[in-house]
């Protein structure tokens, strides 16, 4: 008994495929650049549009003209989506590989066509290039992606699509096409035409909830950091912060500190005046950089507006934070020798030892500090008073 008319599932695939085409093209637009590889999605499923109603056209137009281009196209499509999967992890787009499947499809669906007629040997033919495309696309999401439940997701699709293709082409391999020609009836047959008319929408799915995973990512990245520089803002600070002490806290009888320095550059306002807003800007990503390279990995830096950095010291002492302060200062001096205007700043220091005393006090003991700085000729550093 057959279970699907083959012609109804196409024409459904083709019509799925259509639609999530137009949604993957609209919504592409909504993205950040940072997420690429939508509008390869979105032509892959334009491709299968085309290679489905080829398939519709079997029995209309000869088998020669319309088997091969189909059977291409449909090679072509899944190339695309591996192409926007690597050039959504980044990585070098392998037009070479897509190349090489689409010419190795061609030649064989000619020569089993033409040459030595066989349906099976079709199958069995078409299932590797497929395998390979299909088997690279789940290595790339094993090996790159997060492991969030959207990757989960998508990654399961791409493994039961994967298998489904290499299974057919075993079975056409050990059965012949009694059991693998989807114009017969059969349970595989019919299954194997409900996977495939599902799947195209269903990958597509996958990776737009994947890239709806990295746009989230990407904009509470934004949110806490500052558009200029690239180190955290007031916010992302604040968080930071709230994890040390929550850190600190918990190992307190381990007598842990962490310190803050408040960094501010000397006369800044004459070097917009004098150069421009652009040199000024370019002075600011360059400070912040030369900071950053003066700090461990889990030290954390932000601007907080103008020309003010601040700079969370986990697990540091007054004289190890006052190390860094003077580090920081001579890094600005023998910049400023070069080709960036004369620079320096004024540093206070305030170490927090009980976790309980929170950002607001530690920044004003900073803060004091560093008008102690300002107010006894600048270029200095002035360590704050302990806590009381």
């Known amino acids: 008994m057959r279970l699907l008319d083959p012609f109804s599932v196409v024409l459904m695939a083709a019509l799925m495929c259509a639609v999530m085409s137009a949604v993957l093209f609209g919504a592409r637009r909504g993205f950040p650049a940072e997420v690429r590889g939508i509008s390869h999605w979105g032509a892959a499923l334009a491709v299968q549009v085309l290679s489905a109603f080829c398939f519709a056209l079997r029995g209309s137009l000869p088998d020669l003209l319309v088997l091969p281009i189909a059977n291409v196209l449909f090679v072509f499509g899944n190339g695309l989506c591996l192409m926007g999967l690597q050039r959504f992890y980044g990585l ?3 037009w070479l ?20 007629p066989d349906y099976a040997a079709r199958v069995v033919w078409m299932a590797l290039p497929m395998t390979l495309i299909n088997g690279t ?6 090996r790159h992606g997060r492991r969030k439940l959207a990757t989960w ?3 399961s699709l791409i493994s039961i699509n994967t298998s489904l293709i290499a299974i057919r082409g075993i079975l056409a391999l050990t059965h012949g096409p009694a059991v693998v020609d989807v114009t017969r009836p059969g349970v595989f047959q019919g299954f194997y035409l409900a996977i495939t008319a599902l799947q195209p929408a269903l990958l597509s799915v996958g990776f737009l909830m994947v890239a709806y995973e990295r746009m989230r990512i990407i904009l509470e990245r934004r949110s806490a950091s500052d558009p200029l520089t690239g180190v955290f803002n007031r ?9 040390e002490v929550a850190r600190m806290a918990r190992m307190r009888q381990r007598s842990r500190s962490l310190a803050l ?14 150069y421009g807003h652009a040199e000024g800007d370019r002075v600011l990503v360059s400070v912040a950089q030369m900071i950053s390279a003066a700090l461990r990995e889990t030290d954390v830096l932000a601007r907080f507006g103008g020309e003010e950095f601040s700079v969370l010291l986990p697990e540091t002492d007054l004289k190890r934070a006052l190390g860094v302060a003077h580090r920081i200062q001579a890094m600005l001096r023998e910049a400023c020798a070069g080709d ?17 005393e929170g950002l607001e006090p530690l920044m004003s003991r900073a803060d004091a500090a560093l008008y102690r700085a300002k107010e006894n000729g600048r270029d200095r550093i002035e360590a704050g008073r302990a806590a009381a």
Do not use: H, W
């Open 97 to 116: 590989m897509l190349g090489g499947a689409c010419g190795f499809a061609l030649a064989g669906m000619l020569y089993f066509l033409i040459v030595s």
């Open 340 to 356: 960036l205007p004369s620079c320096t700043a004024s540093i206070g220091v305030a170490v927090q030892s009980d976790p309980a």
């Open 137 to 142: 696309m789940l290595l790339l999401v094993l």
């Open 235 to 243: 916010r992302g600070f604040g968080e930071a912060y709230a994890r």
């Open 261 to 274: 320095l408040c960094v501010d550059l000397d006369y800044f306002k004459r070097i917009n005046d004098r």
């Open 92 to 94: 070098a787009r392998g």
């Open 153 to 155: 997701f998508f990654g």
